[in-house]
């Protein structure tokens, strides 16, 4: 079974507003991942955070760890058109050395 | 600097017949993955490999799904026979170091099994 469960799996907002995923994994990791999928395309990295960071930042992009509560969360401020896309979160997990990927969120910005 | 190349992009064939995926990873990347995402869902990986040394392929059917990667450079996936739940999205990932940071994905080869 996937080791990440993300929440919600679709989200629809208004351009501009803030979007919020989150992200359940069930073992230990080493670092956890953001990725974005535009339709038909590949994945593409967005932000790692190591399992001794509880928050990072780049640009729009806020990340949070809690690795006593094994979750994750990925805000986008700022929300723009080019925003919409899916978004998985992945963790890597301790030992196996294996990236496991979430269901994904699908986000959908509205003009 | 080019990305990870896949090719064909899109394949479409009848059940029990076979289909091959080509990847050439990112020039350096010793580790290449490939996974698997059926739609609507996230990517489930089917094979690691370190150079050309397989890592992990737990998640992958050996019945029907073989994985080679000659010189630990280029890599290719084949399926034989196909079933039906195997109409999917099949990614080439690398990186550079195994365990460490980001994975760079190529744009994937959708698969349609008739």
């Known amino acids: 079974s996937q080791q990440g469960e993300e929440d919600p799996q679709a989200l629809s907002i208004q351009e501009g507003e803030n979007a919020t995923m989150n992200c359940s994994y069930k073992?230990?990791?080493?670092?956890l991942q953001w990725y974005r999928q535009n339709s038909g395309r590949g994945l593409v990295h967005l932000i790692l955070?190591?399992?001794?960071?509880r928050e990072k930042h780049s640009g729009r992009l806020r990340v949070t760890l809690d690795t006593s509560k094994k979750s994750s969360s990925l805000l986008i401020t700022a929300s723009r058109a080019a925003d919409t896309a899916s978004y998985f979160c992945?963790?890597?997990?301790?030992?196996?050395?294996?990236?496991?990927f979430g269901q994904g969120t699908r986000l959908t910005i509205n003009p | 600097e080019a990305g990870v190349a896949q090719s064909p992009r899109y394949k479409i064939i009848e059940k029990r017949q076979s289909v091959a995926f080509w990847c050439n990873p990112i020039?350096?990347?010793?580790?290449l993955y490939w996974y698997q995402q059926i739609l609507g869902q996230g990517p489930k990986l089917l094979i690691q490999?370190?150079?050309?040394?397989?890592?992990?392929d737990s998640q992958l059917p050996k019945d029907r799904f073989s994985a080679e990667r000659l010189k630990g450079v280029d890599s290719t996936l084949k399926i034989q026979p196909a079933k039906l739940e195997d109409s999917a999205v099949y990614l080439c990932?690398?990186?550079?170091?195994?365990?460490?940071?980001?994975?760079?994905f190529g744009e994937g080869s959708r698969l349609t099994v008739l």
């Open positions: 990932a690398s990186s550079l170091l195994r365990g460490t940071g980001e994975l760079f």
């Open positions: 073992t230990s990791i080493n670092n």
């Open positions: 955070i190591r399992s001794n960071e």
């Open positions: 992945a963790s890597l997990i301790q030992g196996a050395q294996k990236l496991v």
């Open positions: 020039s350096g990347h010793a580790t």
């Open positions: 490999f370190q150079n050309n040394g397989v890592v992990d």
